[in-house]
């Protein structure tokens, strides 16, 4: 093979290393604009993380005020049916008495009044 005169040479390797410092040139320019897309990304979903956290956080404060756990619900539930049920029980017992006196009294009139126990008869 011949070899090739040094001007030559040296034009084609000038070329050479041009081409490849241009190529590096290019992949330097594409990997700065991806590093500099990737911050602002990082910087958005940061942002987005700030707010989600901060909304979760007022969740977390009004989740015990708005809303009831369901055992919470169902166990005051039951206390509201037993604290009616205690009150209708007494108040039945109040009845009871209430009748039971009024009967008592009705027998007291009628022995007053002569009738002997036969108040509805002279009705």
């Known amino acids: 093979m011949e070899q090739l005169p040094t001007g030559a040479l040296i034009s084609i ?11 590096v040139g290019i ?15 990082q910087k958005d979903q940061d942002e987005n993380l700030s707010v989600i956290s901060k909304e979760i ?18 166990r005051t539930l ?3 049916k037993d604290d009616q049920t205690r009150a209708i029980a007494g108040v039945e017992h109040k009845v009871d008495t ?3 006196d009024v009967r008592e009294m009705l027998q007291v009139v009628s ?4 009738l002997g126990g036969k108040l509805n008869d002279h009705q």
């Open 98 to 100: 209430l009748t039971r």
């Open 57 to 74: 956080s007022k969740l977390k404060e009004d989740l015990p005020v708005k809303y009831v756990l369901k055992d919470d619900y169902t």
């Open 111 to 114: 022995k007053l009044t002569g």
């Open 13 to 23: 390797i000038s070329v050479l290393i041009t081409v490849l410092l241009t190529l």
């Open 27 to 41: 992949v330097g320019y594409f990997l700065k604009d991806i590093r500099a897309s990737v911050k602002e990304k």
């Open 78 to 80: 039951k206390e509201l």
